[in-house]
């Protein structure tokens, strides 16, 4: 069974291109319960937790709460720089390692492994057999995500991103449901935070939706993008109290088995 064509390795690799690092930082944080989860899921086992796919180091900074070490793997080296130049990046706990999760060599075994809108772009077989190989014997898959409640302007928004997005392939699909009926995936369960009030700019809101697969700008012709950006802040602006938005963010944590 073959994964859905918009997340194959060539919109994964947006991911490496400094627009997308760049905006990246403009994405709303995850709210502190997510780690009050982890913390619960890293249990008596050692304090060791892989964050694969780390990005800059959005999960990977607030997981030193609950670990002795985080080893944090991305493929992209400017991801990692973004997250080494941050506030703790350069915590002697925190070991950021450049390659994927494919082929990297790490240093099991991990009471935890998280996956922060990641594990999608992985080669998802391969994954999770070297998930079962790293993990301690009570270890535990996390696969954890950003959630937003509905906006007044979704719907109009989403047209928009239908309309401008680079990935021609885009398909609504749901990560876990793909993994299970793989037979990749025993769920044991999943949790969702509360939402907290988020509030910036709305341009720094455009520049979160630049982060995302489809909107990378060195990939948009300039034009694309102007007009894009246009369209969102006349989109926003009746809903704006001085020229910001609050969105409404939660996080959810789904914790597994890997199998297959």
Known sequence: ???????????????????????????????????????????????????????????????????????????????????????????????????????????GPYALITTGESLHWMDWPVAMRRFRELLAPEGRLAIVNRTEQPNPWAAALQQLINQYSTNRDYQPYDLVHELTQRGLLHVVASELTEFRPFTQSINDFIESIHSRNGFSRDRMTIEAAAAFDRAVQTLLQPYAVEDTVTLLIGGTVVSGLPTG
């Open 1 to 107: 069974m073959q994964k859905p064509a918009h997340l194959g390795p060539e919109y994964g690799a947006q991911f490496r291109d400094a627009s997308v690092v760049d905006a990246y930082r403009f994405r709303p944080p995850y709210p502190a319960e997510v780690f009050e989860i982890l913390g619960r899921l890293v249990g008596a086992g050692p304090p060791v937790v892989l964050d694969a796919g780390c990005g800059n180091g959005d999960l990977a900074l607030g997981l030193l709460g609950i670990a002795d070490r985080v080893d944090a793997l991305d493929p992209s080296a400017a991801m990692l720089a973004a997250g080494q130049a941050r506030p703790g990046g350069d915590d002697p706990r925190l070991h950021w390692i450049a390659g994927t999760m494919e082929d990297a060599p790490l240093d």
